[in-house]
Nanobody, 123 residues
Framework: QVQLVESGGGLVQAGGSLRLSCAAS????????MGWFRQAPGKEREFVAV????????YYGDSVKGRFTISRDKAKNTVYLQMNTLKPEDTAVYYC????????????????WGQGTEVTVSS
């Protein structure tokens, strides 16, 4: 069992930055690929980024490439999403998710999900 708790969401102006955190707990949390997804009102959940359990591989959704960076601190069992040059279209609830020994870009392959943290970008 892996528990995930997101934090760091909030209100920011367009062009600004936020850093989201996802704290993972559980005996084998370090062996999970960790991903970020987002869901805006009335839209489907969208893949944002994923990082492998060792931290050496990462992948991004097209809409965030070059602006967002995913990283993980294995000692703290925490994954971060640094979001720069934010746009109003980045407004969504952001979810952290864990996939056992995989780095999937599809939500269906994830085993555990956090409760989400809300990000609002004003224009």
């Amino acid at each position: 069992q892996v528990q995930l708790v997101e934090s760091g969401g909030g209100l920011v102006q367009a062009g600004g930055s936020l850093r989201l955190s996802c704290a993972a707990s559980g005996r084998t949390a370090s062996t999970y690929g960790m991903g970020w997804f987002r869901q805006a009102p009335g839209k489907e959940r969208e893949f944002v980024a994923v990082i492998s359990w060792g931290g050496s591989n990462s992948y991004y959704g097209d809409s965030v490439k070059g602006r967002f960076t995913i990283s993980r601190d294995k000692a703290k069992n925490t994954v971060y999403l640094q979001m720069n040059t934010l746009k109003p279209e980045d407004t969504a609830v952001y979810y952290c998710a864990a996939a056992k020994l995989r780095v999937p870009t599809s939500a269906g392959f994830y085993d555990y999900w956090g409760q989400g943290t809300e990000v609002t970008v004003s224009s």
